[in-house]
């Protein structure tokens, strides 16, 4: 079975410029979950969707981000415009919600996105 | 969702030896999970313990679960180079989805 599937792997871009990081989940699961890794403030939950609708967005640290999921396949994570502090590796994570919550999480090999 | 702290944050062992990292949390869980990172990968759930089991297995892994003390532990037994990486916990209450990471243990197996 393929995992969940992050593009770009890498991504190096001038400040100002607009972001846009990609994640395809695992087919067949109901959840989808952003989280931002750095050396300073470790793993961070961005937002997560159950069923493509936002439930929890209070992670999110600026309006600069936003994030969608329009249908159970895809979802996106921009960033306009982006700044050198947004430099980081964004992880996509998914999981199924049945039978009972706290499920494992499957995570992506993740984006380290630069900015210059 | 409730955050894990993982103790030590750093620990060196020789390859054949045992590793064991701790985990403690602070209100009432219904699981508890422990994941690993490699250098440049995402997490890898490792094992789920659910709050009325006190331990379980799998392959060389050993987790305990203490909830009168809010406490877990990982067991790696007879680490391998390949064992080298961080080790995640994280607590979960019922009925949550969302998980919070804490900044890990890190291990290194020398050859």
């Known amino acids: 079975d393929a995992g969940v599937i992050q593009s770009p792997r890498h991504e190096v871009t001038e400040m100002g410029q607009e972001v846009t990081l990609r994640c395809k989940p695992i087919?067949?699961?109901?959840?989808l979950f952003w989280y931002r890794q750095t050396m300073m403030r470790g793993l961070e939950l961005l937002i997560y969707?159950?069923?493509?609708?936002?439930?929890?967005d209070s992670g999110m640290p600026e309006d600069r981000f936003s994030a969608k999921m329009p249908n159970a396949s895809f979802s996106t994570l921009k960033i306009q415009p982006s700044e050198p502090r947004d430099s980081a590796v964004y992880f996509c994570?998914?999981?199924?919600?049945?039978?009972?919550?706290?499920?494992?999480?499957?995570f992506g090999d993740g984006t380290r996105l630069s900015i210059l | 969702s409730q955050q894990g702290e993982e103790d030590p944050q750093a620990l060196s062992i020789q390859e054949g030896e045992n590793a064991t990292m701790n985990c403690s949390y602070k209100?009432?869980?219904?699981?508890l999970q422990w994941y690993r990172q490699n250098s440049g990968r995402g997490l890898v759930h490792l094992i789920l313990?659910?709050?009325?089991?006190r331990e379980k297995h799998s392959g060389r892994l050993r987790v305990t679960l203490d909830t009168s003390k809010k406490s877990s532990s990982l067991l790696i037994t007879a680490s391998r180079a390949a064992d080298t990486a961080s080790y995640f916990c994280?607590?979960?209450?019922?009925?949550?989805?969302?998980?919070?990471f804490g900044k890990g243990t890190k291990l290194s197996v020398i050859p």
């Open positions: 994570a998914s999981s199924l919600g049945r039978p009972r919550g706290n499920q494992p999480q499957h």
């Open positions: 087919s067949g699961h109901d959840y």
């Open positions: 969707f159950n069923n493509n609708v936002p439930i929890d």
């Open positions: 209100t009432s869980i219904n699981n």
């Open positions: 313990i659910r709050s009325n089991e």
């Open positions: 994280a607590p979960s209450g019922a009925g949550s989805y969302q998980l919070t």
